[in-house]
């Protein structure tokens, strides 16, 4: 929905990040889109051509990429590099542009940008290299955001101050916004929404409240268990047993049954279908109106 964030959570592997890469059409070689539907705007995305998705692109979405050292020219400065993300979707001479990124710089918080705008990427640390990115994302004003893990290697007060920032700026700017992350904790405070994906299948999605607080989905359920909060009474973090399939040869059925402790002899059977079991909340699961999974935050806090 227009204006919110949407959070996409899953272990490694689960799918996340070819999910954005497809929206932009970018998923490397051998990768490709063989079928489906990607709609924006009322329009498929994947009837596009080359030429028209080099439009769409940074002008009307933009990719802040997992780490932000690969996606920058270590042989370039930061201004080179900004000032070439502006000229090539809005009409500015070099002049308005370095304006441009500057400007940009002071809107991610970046002290003294008229001086570190100059800077090479290397001279920069973690923390400024995501702000560089965030306002080279934000250099177009798109409309859609994609923030790939965006919080990966920084510490903990870094982190905060980038998801803080991040959110302010969404709704300064009134952008939509889907955050990729494998923390659960990373979504609770920024997404309005969660889909959680499991070996390349959306298994449940709904609102926040609702994921964290009434999960149907027993994997849904074990990433909740597994999150660490020193607010819980809790003597120890449970695991979830195994690990994601490979999806060139995925189990049959449910791809999570050979991992889920409710799992029946039908679950290896059906694949199951995403349903909307309440207003705005989906399952994939065909067990999910027979089991009971009270969610592990909200009966440990009730104790």
Known sequence: MEGETLGLVGESGSGKSV??????????RPGKIIAGRILYKGENLLEKSEAEMQKVRGKEIS??????ATSLNPVFNIADQLMEVIRRHQKATKKQALEKAIELFRLVEIPDPEIKIWSYPHQLSGGMKQRMA???ALSCHPRLL???EPTTNLDVTIQAQILELMKHLKDKLGMSMILITHDMGVVAGVADRISVLYAGRVCESASTKTIFYHPMHPYTRALLTAVPNLALKREKLTVIPG????????????RFHPRCEFAGSACAETVPPLVEMEP?????????KEIDLKSPLRAESNE
């Open 19 to 28: 999910t954005a890469l497809s929206i932009l059409g970018i998923v490397p």
């Open 280 to 288: 705005e909340h989906y399952v994939a699961c065909i067990r999910a």
């Open 243 to 254: 690990t994601i399939p490979n999806l060139i040869e995925p189990p049959s059925g449910c």
């Open 146 to 148: 994609l923030a790939d």
């Open 134 to 136: 965030v306002a080279r």
């Open 63 to 68: 990719y802040i990429f997992q780490d932000p």
